[in-house]
């Protein structure tokens, strides 16, 4: 990505030089009617300032319509004065509000591209593109076109996905400018998420605090809306004050917030999942999900180079689970990256074989001293407290703190349990964790290094954590844990050129 203010635009080459090359379009102008509906929040209190300093005379309202018109003029400008066009291998945004400024976009770091619509976009058929090149991490794109026609938002994704792909010229421009027909691709759909497996979303801890989230979003609303009319911090404080003095109101409330954890969280999640859709088009993984506003993520078969299954303690009760793919340069991969919502565990596992490729070997168990140290580690803080309250003389405190132990114990042997790494020739897979639980499968042409840790504890139990680097996902997949000679042979097994010469023989 280059930005170059001032710099003239790219001369357009001459046709028939090989290469794709669309002229320069701008954005719908329909999107002038979304734009002063979603000013209307940031205007609302300064409208509202200047109607009460003024008294609500004449010239107050004569600034308040000004500054609305103002607000509408200038997003016409910005729309008037923005365009976009593929030009050969790179995308290209300009603006040329008062400098010119030339965003460039290399179609080969394109990694991903979004297709957003939300409420008031649906109603004029028009879409968010979000472009992710993985270059800026975490879920920041490098582009976005606020207000592009949704079939032309379609066609547009299938040119930079080709384009990103080193697709042929020819094959590119298949019906791919923006006034032209779509092109034909194959499609085949994977998966339609049945709507009485949303049931499945409280089981989710993300969705499960919803009423709380909420609240603590109401609270802070509160707040702004205190410190803006002039209350200062006041306001929420004579609030919570006021409830401090009404208990068995306060009891109430908090009773209800946890009633509503299942009802809330269902609904939270069925808005965010509804219809959730997981389909091939071309060469590209698309999975679409939403009520309200509907998402549309495109992630380019090619760069998939694995798929992580989570669970949580509720989940695993019910045996379902969530999927995400590990793809090379995505950013935000937990949200980006999902190719499943909460669905059975057999039905996950088949989508994940079918989509991307099965794994086909049993986990290994970790040594004896993993469970030791696992068990340690869940069990000896609550010993210690315990201790410590009993010797200040607090009995209660000990008490809680050994049922706190006690429960380790069960903790503790669910972390074992959940240990293992396995190899199958094709995909490597490691398994950790417990409240969430997490596994990996990564294909071995993922592989692109090992790194081993031992601390002086795992030396004194003779255990060891190897990881195996991935330039995809999170980096980097470790096998917790594993006996010293176990670890390394897992290794060897799945990169034997790289490890094997620095074994010991036999």
Do not use: C
């Not at 019910?318 to 590990?326: E, H, K, P, Q």
């Amino acid at each position: 990505m280059t930005e170059a203010p001032g710099h003239p635009p790219i001369p357009t080459p001459p046709p028939g030089d090989g290469a794709l090359w669309v002229p320069p379009a701008r954005l719908s102008p329909l999107v002038l009617l979304i734009d002063p509906v979603r000013m209307l929040p940031s205007l609302f209190f300064p409208l509202v300032g200047v109607l009460f300093i003024g008294g609500f005379s004449p010239s107050s309202f004569f600034w308040a319509v000004l500054a609305v018109v103002g607000s509408v003029g200038y997003a016409a400008v910005r729309w008037a004065t923005f365009t976009y066009r593929v030009a050969g291998d790179r995308l290209e945004l300009t603006r040329s509000l008062v400098s010119r400024s030339v965003k460039t976009i290399p179609l080969d770091r394109v990694r991903g591209v979004d297709v957003t619509t939300p409420p008031l976009h649906r109603l004029f058929r028009l879409a968010v593109m979000h472009i992710d090149t993985g270059a800026t991490g975490g879920g920041k794109q490098e582009g976005e076109l606020d207000g592009v026609p949704l079939p032309e938002a379609e066609r547009l994704r299938e040119i930079l996905l080709r384009r990103s792909r080193g697709a042929e010229p020819g094959a590119a421009a298949a019906g791919v400018t923006p006034a032209g027909p779509p092109a034909q691709v194959e499609e085949r759909v994977y998966v339609r998420v049945p709507w009485p497996w949303l049931l499945y979303g409280p089981l989710s801890g993300a969705y499960l605090f919803a009423p709380f989230v909420l609240v603590g979003g109401a609270a802070g609303l509160i707040i702004q809306w205190g410190r803006e009319l002039g209350f200062g911090d006041d306001l929420p404080i004579a609030i919570g004050t006021w409830l401090w003095e009404r208990s068995l109101l306060l009891i109430l409330i908090a009773i209800t917030l946890v009633l509503a954890m299942p009802v809330a969280g269902g609904v939270m999640y069925a808005v965010f999942n509804w219809n959730f859709t997981l389909r091939r088009r071309d060469a590209s993984l698309v999975a679409e999900r939403g009520l309200i506003t509907r998402r549309s993520v495109a992630l380019e078969h090619a760069r998939i180079r694995g798929y992580e299954i989570a669970d949580g303690l509720l989940e695993r009760r019910a045996d379902v689970v969530r999927l995400w793919a590990i793809v090379t340069g995505l950013g935000d991969s937990r949200t980006r990256g999902q190719l499943l919502p909460v669905t059975p565990r057999t039905f996950a596992t088949k989508v994940a074989a079918d989509a991307i490729g099965p794994f086909e070997a049993r986990l290994r168990p970790h040594p004896a001293a993993a469970r030791r140290r696992r068990l340690f580690r869940a069990v000896a803080p609550g010993v210690v407290l315990a201790v410590a309250a009993f010797a200040f003389g607090w009995v209660w405190a000990g008490l809680v703190a050994l049922a706190a132990a006690a429960l380790g114990v069960a903790l503790g042997l669910d972390r074992y349990r959940s240990l293992g790494h396995g190899y199958d020739g094709a995909r490597l897979s490691v398994r950790s964790g417990s409240l969430p639980r997490s596994q990996a499968v990564v294909e071995r042409r993922a592989v692109v290094g090992w790194t081993v840790h031992q601390t002086w504890f795992q030396r004194r139990a003779s255990v060891l954590t190897v990881v195996a680097g991935v330039g995809a996902g999170s980096g980097g997949y470790p096998a917790i844990d594993t006996g010293e000679e176990q670890g390394l042979r897992f290794a060897a097994e799945v990169t034997p050129e790289w490890i094997t010469p620095f074994l010991k023989p036999q």
